[in-house]
């Protein structure tokens, strides 16, 4: 039998149950709004879309799996596209239809490794910067023989169609002594080395640092790491649109003062093992 003054100690138990409760459930609460505000991606404000023409085939900055994208380019275009209030609508471009997708309306900006160059300039324009790379060059992991371009003599090197990365060999280095082998894609490239078709791959460390660290590569190809060239990527957006690179721009700065810059970096591109830079100042 309960005594009155067992059933006033249960009933303060029940309280300070109940209290307990209400607080957990509280707590519970703040943590679920917490971790859904704390995205650094910023949300569209509607179903519009902007397109944006991407890279489909770098590891770790521009890749496609399946029906989805990964990788530090396709975070900063999600994140400008967000700022801008916009869904981003995926166009993958080839590394030399990147101008002309631009010049032609196929897309409104272009996030592919697109280095800001003078000749580009007289085409496009540029918002950003948001990153500088480096053109390296990737070798098998057991070749000693090469540590720079000038050991290329008389090897085969393979680039893409369209890039910097190819210009700069046949603008500085002896086209008569080093072949290069211009194909589509990097993934291309980067297979012929592999089965030693070719006997090195040049483009941007960013890039290649992303191959090696994939597990098909792994232990079998190795970046130099002696970069030879600063490239400077921009989001490419069409001659004369003033307005759309000021928005742009102002995304890129809170990209980075955000600290989202950093964090895309640190999911998409540092365990690689790539060194992260500091990051670019944006143009005003």
């Not at 409760?21 to 910023?42: D, I, K, N, R, Y």
């Not at 897309?107 to 950003?128: M, N, P, Y």
């Amino acid at each position: 039998m309960t005594t009155a003054a067992g059933r006033g100690v249960a009933r303060r138990r029940v309280t300070i149950l109940l209290a307990a409760g209400v607080l957990l459930g509280t707590a519970a609460a703040c943590s679920s709004s917490s971790a859904t505000t704390s995205s650094t991606t910023p949300a569209p404000s509607g179903t519009a879309t902007i397109k944006i023409g991407i890279a489909t085939d770098e590891p770790g900055v521009s890749l496609k799996s399946g029906g989805t994208y990964s990788g530090f380019d396709i975070e900063t275009a999600k994140y400008v596209a967000g700022k801008l209030g916009l869904n981003p609508e995926w166009v993958p471009v080839a590394q030399a239809d990147r101008v002309s997708a631009l010049e032609s309306g196929e897309v409104q900006l272009v996030v592919a490794t697109f280095s800001i160059t003078d000749e580009r300039k007289q085409k496009v324009d540029f918002a950003g910067p948001y990153f500088v790379a480096h053109q390296d060059l990737l070798i098998r992991r057991n070749d000693e023989s090469i540590t720079s371009p000038e050991q290329l003599d008389g090897r085969i090197l393979c680039s893409v169609t369209g890039t910097t990365s190819a210009a700069y060999i046949q603008q500085n280095y002896d086209k008569a002594t080093i072949t290069l082998r211009e194909v589509p894609s990097f993934s291309e490239c980067v297979r012929d080395l592999a089965n030693g078709d070719v006997d090195a791959v040049t483009t941007d460390d960013l890039i290649l640092a992303g191959f090696a660290a994939t597990p098909e590569y792994k232990g079998i190809l190795k970046v130099v790491g002696r970069g030879f060239t600063d490239e400077t990527y921009g989001i490419g957006v069409k001659k004369g649109d003033t307005a759309l690179v000021g928005k742009v721009n102002a995304a890129l700065k809170d990209y980075i003062s955000s600290g989202a810059w950093k964090k895309a970096l640190d999911a998409t591109v540092a365990p690689s093992g790539y060194t992260i830079p500091a990051p670019p100042t944006v143009a005003s």
